[in-house]
């Protein structure tokens, strides 16, 4: 069991920056790939970015220019880096491993951190 926890989370104006953060109890060079997803009322939870443990990032076109996904592997720690923020961020962040086991892929998920982007 993995256990991830992020925080960083808050209440930032439009155009502003937020940095999140996650610490996983495990080592998460263990880990296939890390993440940010990202879910908000009423809506499906959403990959922001992730990273593999190859170190290739990969992001969606809503995010690709202004979030940076970046990792300690000394530390277990991923980061996510949000600039230029919009209200249409708003939502609660979840950092997330992936683990292949043989032929499953697991998934495990921190608690989420509220990320709201109002003025």
């Known amino acids: 069991q993995v256990q991830l926890v992020e925080s960083g989370g808050g209440l930032v104006q439009p155009g502003g920056s937020l940095r999140l953060s996650c610490v996983a109890s495990?080592?998460?060079?263990?880990?296939?790939?890390m993440g940010w997803y990202r879910q908000a009322p009423g809506k499906q939870r959403e990959l922001v970015a992730s990273?593999?443990?190859?170190?290739?990032?990969n992001y969606p076109d809503s995010v690709k220019g202004r979030f940076t996904i970046s990792r300690d592997n000394a530390k277990n720690m991923v980061y996510l880096q949000m600039n230029a923020l919009k209200p249409e961020d708003t939502a609660v962040y979840f950092c997330?491993?992936?683990?292949?086991?043989?032929?499953?892929?697991?998934?495990?998920w921190g608690q989420g951190t509220q990320v709201t982007v109002s003025s």
């Open positions: 990273i593999t443990s190859g170190g290739s990032s």
């Open positions: 997330n491993a992936r683990q292949l086991v043989f032929t499953r892929t697991v998934n495990y």
């Open positions: 495990g080592s998460i060079n263990s880990m296939n790939a």
